[in-house]
């Protein structure tokens, strides 16, 4: 259960609110890389923490992110020219570079100074990992650029798809850190999906549906252990980092590649998920982008042309309801992306959370909800910089082991739960 | 007839808005919880007593004080201290019980969570352990309530019992 007036603190992430200037100190992800995949290519509108944008690459391959609407009449520039070092709006010419700054207004005379006068809000827009960031905050706040490992590996170890989400980014997020859901709503995946299926942790998996939880502070958030039964005498742990605002890492399965989520508030009832997969320690084979271009994982088919899942609140998530009764899939929808999104979505875009009638093992999203008021009413009040900026609480790593079970997890995987350049996770 | 398909917007995914919120049937649908939250060493004791004087909707504060005789049939029992000084058996506070919540802050009540948690467990009853140390503390706490807590949560904010308890309706 949690009082309204958190919810609204935590769940409202507009300009003005606690929660968004608690966003407003991190470079998020802003759209993909391969949405602006060359110079003047077109433009890309955005909306991120409730604020309109578009996004453009110039003819020098600048990377801008502005407001959306021209400072003429608000007109949007989406439908403006990226032409010339700068995106000219269609309505009457005016021309602005990827500060925002304008730099022609054709109907007054140049030695007037017009131009000069008018500028768009702009924000930074950076390329790392395949994935554009940005830091929507006071430019005096803004941290040094993130050290998550899935985006700072090379190229060809990994990647990022990303997806519509018609929910609060809240709900999404605690349903990532959410653990005791996965041994029943994605029972089916461990079995066939070709990017979870072989690894033996899958085993341990299906035979202990009841497993134990630990959920233990951390710098930069959280860590959430889930133990299940291994052979006599030990434990096989599942360990899950979540850092600050919003980036989870899953666990590992054998030799496959490792993946997880980073959720954005698009506005209050909408949110981006961006899903990476990657290896630390080898180049992601082919086979295994396809499964991942193909929706398997946690990625997820489109509507084509879009970044809207083809399973969507519009087909009822495309139901099946033959392949719920013959236990092929537990909710009957089709891949642990859009089991996760349907229920999420199902509870409304932002759930009232005064009527949860929450359960010991809803612990981690207790923390977590916890561990965030407290670091939007210390931004709030203290100006105090929230956990997760730091580059040193980025440096995480999720990890499953086996281990005896006197062992206490907490000590023996101090090492491995953070990241060793050129050493891979450890995994079961 | 097997290709029909949702026509109003209620009885379709696209319900999932605002406004259709306003249609969820709004009565209440939990009663009282019977929480029993279990101080197993002085600090831990001292931790929740301004806790335990807080308004709570079926929760009772207790200290483990002693072990005691059971059954007889080797089950040992154990006896409880309440933060207004009144005393009373294990066995008596688990009767009816929904959840054994065992906070402690090191390894002097390994014992005591021995003994709870085995009759939780005889009683199906949800355990969790709540502990409060510091990152560079030692995990004495962590190993001794590992074994008999279905859920643990380890931070050195004391602060987070009460948030815990509140979000849990105790």
């Not at chain 2, 049939?73 to 154990?78: E, F, L």
Request: with cysteine; charged share 25%.
């Amino acid at each position: 259960m949690l009082r309204q007036a958190d919810n609204e603190l935590l769940t409202r992430t507009g300009p003005g609110t606690p929660a968004g200037d608690l966003f407003r100190r991190y470079w998020l992800p802003a759209l993909l890389s391969e949405e602006l995949p060359e110079n003047d290519c077109p433009q890309v509108r955005v909306k991120i923490l409730s604020e309109r944008l578009v996004a453009f690459r110039d003819s020098e391959g600048r990377y801008g992110l502005i407001d959306e609407f021209c400072a003429h009449r608000g007109v949007s520039l989406w439908f403006g020219r990226n032409e010339e070092s700068g995106l000219r709006c269609a309505y009457h010419g005016w021309k602005y570079d990827v500060t925002g700054q304008c730099v022609d207004v054709p109907s007054e005379p140049e030695e007037s100074g017009f131009r000069a006068r008018i500028k768009l809000r702009s924000y930074p827009l950076v390329e790392m990992g395949g994935v554009l960031w940005t830091h929507l905050g006071d430019p005096d706040d803004r941290p040094l650029m993130p050290e998550w490992e899935p985006f700072q590996v090379a190229a060809e170890q990994t990647f990022t798809s990303k997806r519509w989400q018609e929910s609060n980014w809240l709900q999404a997020l605690e349903g990532g850190i959410d653990s005791s859901h996965v041994s029943w709503l994605h029972s089916g995946g461990l079995k066939n999906d070709p990017l979870f299926k072989g690894a033996k942790g899958n085993e341990y998996n299906l035979a202990d549906r009841k497993p134990f939880f630990e959920v233990i502070d951390a710098d930069g958030g959280l860590f959430i252990a889930a133990r299940r039964n291994a052979e006599e005498g030990k434990y096989y742990w599942r360990i899950t980092p979540w850092v600050l605002p919003s980036f989870t890492m899953i666990p590992p399965r054998g030799d496959h590649p490792v993946h997880g989520h980073f959720w954005v508030p698009i506005d209050d009832e909408n949110c981006w998920v961006f899903t990476y997969d990657y290896h630390p320690t080898r180049p992601l084979a082919e086979k295994e982008l396809e499964a991942m271009r193909a929706g398997h994982g946690v990625h997820n088919e489109y509507e084509p042309g879009t970044y809207r899942p083809l399973a969507n609140k519009d087909n009822d998530y495309l139901m099946d309801r033959a392949a719920q009764q013959q236990g092929e899939s537990f909710s009957g929808i089709k891949g642990i992306a859009m089991q996760d999104s349907s229920l999420q979505e199902s509870m409304g875009p932002v759930v009232d959370r005064t009527k949860e009638n929450l359960v010991s093992t809803d612990n981690g999203i207790i923390m977590a909800r916890r561990k965030l008021k407290k670091a939007v009413v210390a931004l709030r009040d203290e100006g105090e910089a929230p956990p997760g900026v730091d580059p040193s609480h980025q440096r995480v790593r999720s990890a499953s082991v086996v281990l005896p079970s006197d062992d206490p997890w907490i000590e023996t995987t101090r090492d491995v739960l953070s990241v060793t350049a050129g050493v891979g996770h450890s995994t079961v | 007839m097997d290709d029909r398909r949702p026509t109003l917007l209620h009885s379709c995914a696209r319900a999932a808005t605002t406004a259709e919120a306003g249609y969820r049937v709004d009565y209440p649908n939990s009663s009282e919880r019977a929480s029993r939250i279990i101080a197993l060493d002085d600090r831990a004791a001292a931790i929740l007593e301004p806790v335990a004087d807080r308004s709570w909707r079926g929760a009772r504060f207790l200290t483990f004080e002693a072990v005691r005789d059971g059954d007889g049939n080797g089950v040992v029992d154990a006896q409880l201290r309440s933060f207004d000084g009144g005393t009373s058996l294990l066995s008596e506070e688990l009767d009816g019980a929904d959840v054994a919540v065992m906070v402690a802050t090191g390894d002097e009540g390994a014992e005591a969570a021995s003994i709870i948690g085995r009759a939780s467990f005889r009683r199906r009853i949800m355990t969790a352990g709540l502990v409060v140390r510091g990152r560079n503390e030692p995990n004495d706490a962590v190993n001794v309530l590992r074994p008999y807590a279905s859920v643990l949560v380890v931070s050195p904010d004391e602060q987070y019992i009460a948030d815990v308890l509140t979000a849990l309706r105790a």
